[in-house]
């Protein structure tokens, strides 16, 4: 399984992106898909995450009502549009996918993208 990130840049406070993950190789039945940030100097966070066919969703407090995870099928992309952004988001975006998901801390993923970068300034 290979995943690629894209849509980060560099945007001012208020601005909304939309970051997505694309699947590539084989893939596998009853997977979660979610998104990561790392922020210079801190350790990997969980953002939100997407059961295989999108029927569940999972928000970190932080980012509920503001971020939305969707996708349309198992295989297609999954996207992560980020509303009102914040210089607190400023860090590399990295999704991840993994089979046997249960609190979606970082080690229970199996498969992870090269990141990409969002810079919100103020």
């Known amino acids: 399984v290979q995943l690629q990130a894209s849509g980060g840049g560099s945007v001012q406070t208020g601005v909304s992106l939309r970051l997505s993950c694309t699947f590539s190789?084989?893939?596998?039945?009853?997977?979660?898909t979610a998104w990561f940030r790392q922020a210079p100097g801190k350790e990997r966070e969980f953002v939100a995450a997407?059961?295989?066919?999108?029927?569940?969703?999972f928000y970190a407090d932080s980012v509920k009502g503001r971020f939305t995870i969707s996708r349309d099928a198992a295989r297609s992309p999954v996207v992560l549009a980020m509303n009102n952004l914040k210089p607190e988001g400023t860090a590399v975006y990295y999704c991840a996918s993994g089979r046997y998901v249960v609190t979606n801390a970082p080690a229970e993923y199996t498969w992870w993208g090269q990141g990409t970068l969002v810079t919100v300034s103020s």
């Open positions: 190789g084989r893939t596998f039945n009853n997977h979660r």
């Open positions: 997407i059961s295989w066919l999108g029927q569940n969703t």
